[in-house]
């Protein structure tokens, strides 16, 4: 198993501000996955965070608005940027497991926007 | 494109109860499929991973069971406690992707 660590745990924010939210692993991994939970809904990927490389993006998702940093293999950034209320989620880190694939998460991080 | 669905979406019982959630894909060349457990306004704990190869996985009160062909698995929990309430995710990787799909969740009070 992986011990994913996240910060901000949660904040609130004005309207027109971006935010950076850090994933930390607590073991080498390739790929490291952003997720985004709306409220009161299911998890969506926002992107893959590939180290070495700029992140992929799933459709509904630009790199304007969710810049994603992989300086190395056991750490992640994810920025919310120009925030709206619409971006109120808890956004989520994870990384899967080498041998069969199991998906690992971070607590998450509960932003508001206001 | 995979589509994964969970009934019912809410289910209060009393203490000491057997339980099954379901969740239904509808896609049947899955590589992976794994049940999570949301506790409110947190991140996700991993209850049980099923490879493709695989039909069912136990961990304690709970059993995961798999039907490729029907498109199906189930989490059968038994002798349910107040600490089983959280939400119920299951999620799915299709054959040659990494990505998960998750289904929509089933909200569970256990009532004591």
């Known amino acids: 198993s992986a011990v994913i660590s996240q910060k901000p745990s949660r904040d609130i924010c004005q309207r027109g501000t971006s935010l950076t939210i850090q994933c930390q692993v607590d073991?080498?991994?390739?790929?490291m996955f952003w997720y985004r939970q709306q409220p009161g809904q299911s998890l969506t990927l926002i992107a893959t965070?590939?180290?070495?490389?700029?992140?992929?993006?799933e459709s509904g998702f630009v790199i304007d608005k969710f810049p994603i940093s992989r300086p190395n293999l056991t750490f992640s950034t994810l920025t919310v940027s120009n925030m709206s209320p619409e971006d109120s989620s808890i956004y989520l880190c994870?990384?899967?497991?080498?041998?069969?694939?199991?998906?690992?998460f971070g607590e998450g991080s509960r932003l508001t926007v206001l | 494109k995979q589509e994964v669905t969970q009934i019912p979406a809410a289910l209060s019982v009393p203490e000491g109860e057997n339980l099954v959630l379901n969740c239904s894909f509808t896609?049947?060349?899955?590589?992976?499929l794994q049940w999570f457990r949301q506790d409110p306004g947190k991140g996700l704990t991993s209850l049980l991973l099923i490879q493709s190869s695989q039909r069912e996985q136990t961990s304690g009160r709970l059993n995961a069971s798999l039907d490729k062909s029907s498109g199906r698995s189930t989490l059968y929990i038994a002798a349910s406690q107040p600490g089983d309430s959280a939400t119920y995710l299951c999620?799915?990787?299709?054959?040659?992707?990494?990505?998960?799909?998750f289904g929509t969740g089933t909200r569970l009070k256990v009532l004591a």
């Open positions: 994870s990384v899967q497991g080498a041998v069969a694939g199991e998906l690992f």
């Open positions: 965070a590939n180290q070495g490389s700029e992140a992929t993006y």
């Open positions: 896609d049947s060349a899955i590589y992976n």
């Open positions: 073991s080498q991994v390739t790929m």
């Open positions: 999620a799915v990787t299709t054959s040659g992707t990494y990505k998960y799909i």
